[in-house]
Nanobody, 126 residues
Framework: QVQLVESGGGLVQPGGSLRLSCAASGRAFSIYAMGWFRQAPGKEREFVAT????????DYRDSVKGRFTLSRDNAKKMVFLQMNSLKPEDTAVYYC???????????????????WGQGTQVTVSS
């Protein structure tokens, strides 16, 4: 069992940056693969980024590649999403998610994850 709490969202101008954090509680955080998803009003929740349990591999949706960077600190039970060159279309509620996975796999679908945070709002607007 793991509980997730996101922070770091806010209002930023186009071209700006934000760093989202996800704090996990519970045991054995290091065996969980982690993901970030987002959901804009009236739209389905969509995949943003995923990272393996070791942090050795990451993957991103095409529209954020080169702008977003996902990392984790297993000792601190934290996951970070650095978002640069933000665009208005990045506006959404961002969710952190976790699933047990120590085989090095990455996971891309909402249904793949067992635990979710409450979300943090990111608004990109001038």
């Amino acid at each position: 069992q793991v509980q997730l709490v996101e922070s770091g969202g806010g209002l930023v101008q186009p071209g700006g940056s934000l760093r989202l954090s996800c704090a996990a509680s519970g045991r054995a955080f290091s065996i969980y693969a982690m993901g970030w998803f987002r959901q804009a009003p009236g739209k389905e929740r969509e995949f943003v980024a995923t990272i393996t349990w070791s942090g050795g591999n990451t993957d991103y949706r095409d529209s954020v590649k080169g702008r977003f960077t996902l990392s984790r600190d297993n000792a601190k039970k934290m996951v970070f999403l650095q978002m640069n060159s933000l665009k208005p279309e990045d506006t959404a509620v961002y969710y952190c998610a976790a699933r047990k996975s120590r085989d090095g796999s990455m996971w891309y679908a909402v249904k793949d994850y067992d635990y979710w945070g409450q979300g943090t709002q990111v608004t990109v607007s001038s």
